[in-house]
């Protein structure tokens, strides 16, 4: 799901970062252009000179094509390296502050809270921050792709891309329903992924006093119970994920 709130704090690590940042827009951009060049690169040559018969100045466009494909592929390198070095800054200073915030909490704060959720929060959620990142790699590059196939579209034929453009309110408001529901679910899946490492890391550090008391089958039992919440929440969410992918 998406939050403005913590995409603005995310962006506010990467604020740094801003020359590989830009390094990586002008990558993203050349990588787009050319993606979108090779198509048109073949169809020109298929229509302005196989189709004449003219098979000699082939050669030109297969130049101008490898050249194409030579730009799109440094350019989606040094966008991919840019943007992955961003990411590990930004992990990397996020979980330098923190730790130094759990080192200035008062004691009654570790009192109240489990030292499993604690752990379950500064490593699960940092992880599931790490693929959001990744997730924004490629999708960025895929939608600079997508609006330039819609303005090619609409360049070469409007009525077209009309009719494929009329189911896109649709879309969005699927869209917009989805994430309100989308964003319950998936912090259900966050909390429930928590008690669990919390249960598991009391169960590991109290093993004698378990084992001492005979109460295996009974943490068992309790584990079982914390395990099939986070199935429970996780299957939810899978749920409603493969509703919008369908």
Known sequence: FYDQRVVNRLFAYAKPHERLMALAAVGVLFYTASALATPWIIGYGINRFMKAGSLSSLHIIAAVYFMVAAIGYVANYVYLVSVARVA?????????????????????????????????????????????????????????????????LFWMDVPLAGIAMSTMPVLIVIMVLWQRRARQRFLAVRRAIAIVNAGLQENISGVRVIQSLRREDQNLRDFDRRNEGHLDASLRAARLAAFLNT
């Open 88 to 152: 590990q800054r930004v992990l990397f200073n996020m979980r330098s502050d923190m730790f130094r915030h759990l080192q200035g909490l008062s004691l009654s704060f570790y009192d109240a809270n489990e030292v499993g959720i604690i752990m379950s929060r500064v490593q699960n959620d940092v992880t599931q921050l790490q693929e959001f990142l990744n997730t924004v790699v490629v999708s960025t590059a895929d939608i600079l792709s997508l609006v330039g196939i819609v303005a090619v």
